[in-house]
């Protein structure tokens, strides 16, 4: 068996798998002295990288390039393996968004983002002529929107992909059929949310032991159901999820769930198609930022993040200064006023997107923030295009997200979000897989200040996301950096943290995505993460004038590649179990 190399993966994991005594199928976890030498970056003309939240989906990816695969090719396999092993986060239920760059600088992305099914309207999450809360929501068929992802893959795979669609889903297969080990962080997920977890009996009998409790770290996992359905979609391409016996299993799912059931015809997961959609581009400095358009309202808080910051000496500030975090937290306020107001799915409202990142507008932003004092109030301007027939909502939190990034040994690089929205989606499981919660992103309660919101509720309509990939190029046009994060609405934030890490503060960008995360969606609360350099600058921040900053434990998962001297380089999140695996 050929082992690969590993990058930054977390002790914890490592020290799981390799107690577990049955190492992944497909992966084995390099020795200290083979990840520190590989920490040094990979060769220029190696057949490329990949970074994902979990080592053996990132081998999945890397055995694509070892066969000669594109990055889009990996980046599919590693989806495909992430929603074996780390079923709480992403899989085949969910959806996402990917953004791709060739070496040229041209950028496609592709949207694969869940949809309402027809019968969903502006009251699908009301009872009794009331409201149901967020957790009430969650749990059950209701929340679940026509899945994306294979969808997703199948359009961006039919233009990039240069191996067969069945060679992408065997490292998945072995996976689900051979075994996986439970690791300490899905044991804890399984832990503190059975809700979901352990709402389908197949996702109890497949995760809890006969006294209830989640199985224990190190348990190899098997699952034939699972093994058996990718089996199914590898020999008949993405037709074979969105009709047959799967779509008709997962429609009954839906309709019949033991909590919150809904309908959701066999014709509503026919009809879902992904969409090609243009990308959205903006420089920073003297960089090309490009991210995912809407119905994510990632690359546009992104881009309103950096981009008011730029007047701002932000490189002599650096990361040790509370003046620097002040106005990380400025920026952030006014970008998620303009996003709350704004975002939701380009073909049910009219989103400003062109207004909302024209440098003009912004340079008017920033010059609402100051560097000594905080603004009363963030509230939403209006970018040229912008119809103010809606009203603002706030955004919801969520855990279950995963992102990956490839690179190829021609250059191009893929940056892929996935997600199932909540921890183990809605709870409810379909042929090995769960299916996602993700109608929760829409806004729960339709109307504010007596205006419709234009993240409300429609058949058809796919809610807002905060989901991020995205991808930088620098001065001379190549790409230097390819990064996006999980973590619900706080995955702008960190995606921003991490591009000015790079930029301004000349870190690697495994040094900028284990900076300390700040939060500050609107009002006037700031977030700043616990047990880190934050924490300590409270104070200084309190004194500029943000009187309520909230402590919170770190629930941030983000993955990069970057290019550096000629070489790619690949970091993980220090606060989760992800690697970066060369071929």
Known sequence: MKSFRVFQIAPLVATALAGACVPPPSAVVAPPSQAASAAQGVSADSPGLVSAADPRAAEAGAQMLRLGGSATDAAIATMLALGVVEPQSSGIGGGGFLITGDAAGTVETFDGREAAPKAADAQWFYRDGKPLSYPEAVPGGRSVGVPGNLR????????????????????????????????????????????????????????????????????????????????????????????GDNASTLAAKVGTAPVNPAPMSVADIAAYKAVARPPVCGQYRQFRVCGMGPPSSGATTVFAILKQLERFDMKALGPASPVSWHLIAESQRLAYADRDQYLADADFVSVPVAGLVDPAYLAARSSLISDGTTMASALPGTPAGAKLAFGRALPQEEHGTTHFVTVDRWGHAASYTSTVEGPFGSGLMVGGYYLNNELTDFNIVPDRDGKPTANRVAGGKRPRSSMAPTLVYGPDGALRLA??????????????????????????ARDAIALPTLFAPGGNTVFVEKGT???????????????????????????????????????????????????
Do not use: C
């Open 533 to 583: 350099t934050l924490e300590a600058m409270i104070p200084a921040l309190v004194q500029l004038g943000h009187a309520k900053v909230i402590v919170r434990s770190p629930s941030f998962k983000a993955n990069a590649i970057e290019k550096v001297d000629g070489k790619w380089r690949g970091a993980a999140d220090p606060r989760s179990e992800g690697a970066a695996v060369a071929p």
């Open 483 to 508: 990064v996006g994060a999980a973590g619900g609405s706080t995955i702008p934030a960190q995606v921003a943290k991490a591009i000015i890490g790079v930029i301004d503060w000349n870190l690697s």
């Open 152 to 243: 997703l893959a199948a359009m961006a795979h039919n233009r990039q992909g240069k191996l067969s669609w069945r060679t992408l889903f065997q490292p998945a297969i072995r996976l689900a059929s051979e075994g996986f080990v439970i690791t300490p962080r899905l044991h804890a997920m399984l832990t503190n949310f059975p809700r979901t977890a352990a709402l389908d009996p197949a996702g109890h009998a497949l995760f809890y032991g006969a006294d209830g409790q989640p199985l224990p770290v190190g348990t190899l996992v098997r699952n034939p159901a699972l093994a058996a359905t990718l089996e199914m979609i590898a020999a008949r391409g993405a037709d074979g999820f969105y009709g």
